[in-house]
């Protein structure tokens, strides 16, 4: 059992609870690799993948989890665009309440919004990704991930490169990361980043080339230039030479880093075109050992929060 | 009871206005005029219909002005109107309104201006309107400010918004001061506001709310004073939000420039680690800022660098305010709130003198708009709100009597109550749960 009811923040989970996360992540990682891949546990629970927002892959992480469960998924797509969002979600809150389910899955582009809807419902509620918040199944992946391969947690250094500003994942992993007791580094700029950064507590450099030989791990950040409110980074140019993994930097990485990105990749953009090419050769890249991870972790939360009763 | 004009208020603590000092005493009221002053006023022989109210252990003040509403009628009325608004008004000690004239459509022309003012005598609440200064509040053309004026707007103001175009706003300010009327400014540079939710700062990297500096604010008020400077305006910057504001503010004072401020108990009140919650009722513009700045508001209450307290009350209706934080509107309610809320905080809390906060509700915003201040003195119609300083309740949403109930303050414990009001002469509110 978990300490908690709902997961919205990475902070509503204890060590206790994290722990027994990654635990139950080891079993069921070992059920994805049997040929029969599903277990009976959850046979008869209904959970609800509720998405505000576009994504595959979460979504599709969620369901894959839930199934391997036996659970029954129902997606729910809400869309956004003709009604008011405020009213949307009103609306569909109280037909979720009225369907007797037992797990709500939710991903929604305002902040807090969580909080808003367990506020309002008794259904356990998992945050798939709050606005610029939170994204707590992320960064449990992305330590589930890590944690396969290190001994220890403690005083791993790991860089975090990128739009910290818009990012809900640095925001559950840099939180996540620090109280595991690694070292944590913002590479980024004053554009990508909030003005106050007392709330991370981590270093900070504008220049990659300034940790790219001491780091364990490297965590790239989607760097959205389309988006209106991300208007004042200069160019993709620029985002190269300061912030982005090309295969010169890749080179001069120690032996046994990792290279983790929570997709999907904007080759180019975070990582160059060769490094993407070349990523099947190195051991250490971890992009899409991130996605297998993210179902076994996702398995064992589900099965906590569900099935232990 | 209700209604009457010819009122005793009984041993009363009496904030008389015109030595400034408190006073156990009693006050007699005849046909709404105050008559008499005096301990033990002798009633044998006066009309038998005299309304005794006995105020042993209430304070009497002069009744509030409240110089920032929203009363949202034209246009809005579901929301609030006159009527709702000025109710709301007197249950929290309120018989001086000035009104905002962002309502729908915005008071831009005479005849909302006639239109306010006669639905204010109609309902007997004073109400003074405020006219917008650009035409349709869109910060592109300037209003008709003499025949405004003329209409009987006190005071000019786009509140809501923020005057982007500097020559416009130069030009605005050298033409209002022809007529010697304030300018309320809400500063909001929108380059620095843009997409915010919430005051920049520790708060909003945590909860990925998209920040609002106060640069915004400090900006604009920079502008603002260099263009009065200029033009010999007199400018009014409403709800002060940040420290570099009142430092700003301070200094063109001591320089000369003809201007004031007021704060909203909210801003005195908040920080914005009250956010954690994303409760929408504390989505407001300015946002609430961090407690270094709600601290320096403070101090300047104490230094004498704030005129006024006024409340902001902006209504919303439930649908606009029961949702997502990005989604919800700007805005808490705060007439019913307005004493209370500083009192608990500037009085009980900060150990600011009830002198000045009384001063803050009363003789300073009236200095600002120049109009009459609400005075307890023999000749005076009585305007008078006697309030109960002791009684300590937690504020719940059921209790407002204003049509919208997005109050920030709900959750609060808060000190005081309104017990009894008399406005324009009558006895028109009373606290039954006193
Ligand atoms: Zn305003
Ligand atoms: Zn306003």
Redesign the pocket.
């Known amino acids: 059992m978990l300490s908690t009811k709902n997961i919205i923040s990475i902070d509503d989970l204890s060590i206790d609870d994290i722990n027994l996360i990654m635990e139950n992540a080891d079993s069921f990682y070992e059920v994805l690799g049997r040929e029969f891949k599903k277990v009976p546990t959850l046979r008869g629970k209904t959970i609800i993948n509720l998405f505000f927002e576009s994504s595959t892959r979460t979504r599709t992480s969620f369901e894959i989890a839930a199934k391997r469960l036996s659970a029954d998924m129902i997606n729910f797509s809400a869309s956004t665009s003709s009604l008011k969002k405020g009213e949307s979600i009103i609306d569909t809150l109280k037909t979720i309440q009225s369907m007797m389910i037992d797990l709500l899955i939710m991903r929604h582009s305002d902040s807090g919004v969580m909080n808003f809807i367990a506020g309002n419902i008794d259904v356990p509620l998992i945050n798939a990704g709050d606005g610029k918040h939170q994204h707590p199944t992320q960064a449990l992946l992305d330590l589930y991930t890590i944690k396969k391969s290190f001994k220890d947690f403690k005083g791993l250094k790991v860089a975090i490169a990128g739009d910290i500003l818009n990012s809900r994942v640095a925001r559950s992993d840099i939180k996540l990361f620090k109280r595991m007791g690694m070292d944590v580094t913002i590479v980024s700029a004053p554009m990508l980043l909030p003005e106050n950064l007392e709330y991370f507590d981590s270093n900070y450099v504008y220049d990659i080339d300034k940790i790219i030989e001491d780091i364990d791990i490297l965590y790239m950040l989607r760097m959205q230039f389309e988006r209106q409110d991300r208007k004042y980074y200069p160019s993709i140019k620029e985002y190269n030479r300061f912030l982005s993994l090309n295969m010169e930097r890749l080179k001069k990485m120690k032996r046994g880093s990792l290279i983790m990105h929570a997709g999907p990749v904007i080759r180019g953009i975070e990582i160059s075109e060769n490094v993407m090419n070349y990523a099947e050769n190195y051991s250490g890249f971890k992009i899409n050992t991130q996605v297998t991870n993210g179902v076994a972790v996702r398995m064992a939360l589900i099965y906590l929060m569900l099935g232990s009763t | 009871m209700i209604g009457s004009d010819n009122i005793l208020i009984k041993s009363g603590t009496v904030f008389e206005s015109s030595s400034g000092k408190e006073i156990v005493s009693d006050i007699l009221i005849q046909n709404g005029i105050i008559r008499a002053i005096e301990k033990n006023i002798n009633v044998e022989g006066i009309s038998k219909d005299l309304v005794v109210l006995n105020c042993q252990n209430y304070f009497v003040f002069p009744g509030f002005v409240d110089m920032h509403v929203h009363l949202r009628e034209p246009g809005n009325e579901e929301e609030e109107d006159i009527g709702s608004g000025s109710r709301a008004a007197v249950r929290g000690g309120i018989t001086s309104i000035a009104c905002m004239p962002n309502t729908n459509p915005p008071v831009d022309r005479e005849y909302l201006v006639n239109y306010i003012l006669s639905k204010s005598r109609l309902i007997d609440f004073k109400i003074y309107p405020v006219a917008a200064m650009s035409k349709n509040l869109e910060g592109k053309k300037m209003t008709e400010i003499g025949l405004l004026k003329e209409a009987g707007a006190i005071a000019f103001s786009d509140?809501?918004k923020c005057i982007q175009d500097s020559k416009l706003m130069y030009e605005i300010m050298k033409y209002a001061s022809h007529f010697d009327l304030p300018l309320i400014l809400?500063e909001e540079d929108y380059s620095f506001s843009n997409y915010g939710l919430a005051h920049e700062g520790y708060y909003s990297a945590k909860l990925g709310l998209d920040g609002i500096s106060p640069f915004a604010e400090e900006l604009m008020i920079s502008r603002d004073i260099m263009l009065a400077k200029m033009a010999g305006a007199k400018i009014h910057i409403?709800?002060v939000s940040s420290k570099g504001s009142i430092t700003l503010i301070k200094r063109a004072k001591e320089a000369g420039i003809k201007i004031t401020c007021d704060v909203t108990p909210h801003h005195l009140y908040f920080n914005d680690s009250f956010l954690e919650s994303y409760d929408t009722n504390l989505k407001v513009?300015p946002p609430i800022r961090s407690e270094e700045d709600r601290k320096a508001l403070v101090s300047a209450i104490s230094e004498g660098i704030i005129d006024a307290i006024a409340s902001?009350h902006a209504p919303h209706f439930e649908a606009e305010k029961n949702t997502t934080f990005k989604d919800a509107a700007n805005g808490t309610i705060g007439l019913e709130t307005l004493f209370k809320a500083s009192y608990t905080k500037l009085v009980r809390e900060e150990k600011i003198k009830l002198s000045k906060l009384v001063a803050l509700l009363t003789t300073g915003p009236a200095k600002i708009l120049n109009i009459k201040a609400p005075a307890i003195k023999v000749g005076n119609k009585a305007d008078i709100a006697i309030i109960d300083l002791e009684k300590n309740k937690k504020i719940k949403k059921e209790d407002f009597c204003s049509k919208s109930k997005n109050s920030a303050f709900i959750g609060q414990n808060l000190y005081s109550e309104v017990v009894y009001t008399i406005n324009n002469g009558r006895l028109e509110f009373i606290n039954k749960s006193c």
């Open positions: 509140d809501g809400h409403t709800h513009n902001d």
